[in-house]
């Protein structure tokens, strides 16, 4: 079935440890995402990717980083994790930039820094 | 600064009854919107979606209502069942905002056996 694939499920890195997350993707949509999901709050965006063109959130801080390097995947890397990065980070993808049928979301991949 | 937000935090609702959760925005330029469900350790999965110009959209056992004019949107759980306890976010996005989907805080539906 075709979908969004995020990996690992669970994550754990120690303080200030450089850590990857990776999605992949079978749609071949366009557009890739990268969404914070802290608990019992809100999936906060942290930027998108549409093709090979990057789109940073202004408020995302600068340890996070993105790397597309083909259509189907995305990578995030936390440079320096802090305890307050821990949270789930949910990848989204879509077919254009405009959202019909909302995104399509993976699974999570939920980070642990001790 | 702008955001999506929900009324309630938590909702009870006995099994077999209607659920409606609420949900506020403040962009007047929003032009779609979506109501996610999340359950615990899961993504969000789309569960219906209306556009700004609609009022009312139906889907399986679920509607969606919007009110431009108060800036709220509801989502309605018809005869509720044990599946649908999951955290439910309403979401949104404009174009002047280069469509990017934005969430609410989220509602905790429980379902009272």
């Known amino acids: 079935d075709a979908m969004v694939i995020q990996n690992p499920r669970y994550q754990v890195t120690q303080f200030g440890k450089p850590v990857t997350l990776s999605c992949s993707q079978t749609?071949?949509?366009?557009?890739m995402y990268w969404y914070q999901q802290k608990s019992s709050q809100a999936p906060k965006l942290l930027f998108h990717?549409?093709?090979?063109?990057?789109?940073n959130e202004a408020d995302t801080p600068d340890n996070f980083q993105s790397r597309r390097p083909n259509t189907s995947f995305c990578f995030l890397d936390i440079r320096s994790p802090g305890l307050g990065d821990a949270a789930m980070y949910l990848c989204?993808?879509?077919?254009?930039?405009?959202?019909?049928?909302?995104?399509?979301f993976g699974s999570g991949t939920r980070l642990t820094v001790v | 600064g702008e955001s999506v937000g929900l009324h309630l935090p938590t909702l009870s609702v006995q099994e077999g009854d209607n659920s409606i959760i609420n949900c506020a925005y403040s962009?007047?330029?929003?032009?779609?919107f979506i109501w996610y469900k999340q359950e615990s350790g899961k993504g969000p999965q789309f569960i219906i979606d209306?556009?700004?110009?609609?009022d009312k959209r139906q889907g399986q056992r679920v509607t969606v209502l919007l009110n431009k004019t108060v800036k709220h949107l509801s989502l309605q759980i018809a005869a509720t069942q044990p599946g649908d306890s999951a955290v439910y976010f309403c979401?949104?996005?404009?174009?002047?905002?280069?469509?990017?989907?934005?969430f609410g805080k989220g509602t905790r539906l429980h379902i009272l056996p």
């Open positions: 989204a993808t879509s077919r254009e930039r405009e959202p019909l049928d909302g995104y399509t």
């Open positions: 749609l071949n949509h366009n557009v």
């Open positions: 990717y549409y093709d090979k063109d990057f789109n």
């Open positions: 962009n007047s330029a929003s032009d779609y």
């Open positions: 209306i556009r700004s110009n609609m």
């Open positions: 979401a949104e996005s404009a174009l002047n905002r280069d469509d990017k989907i934005i």
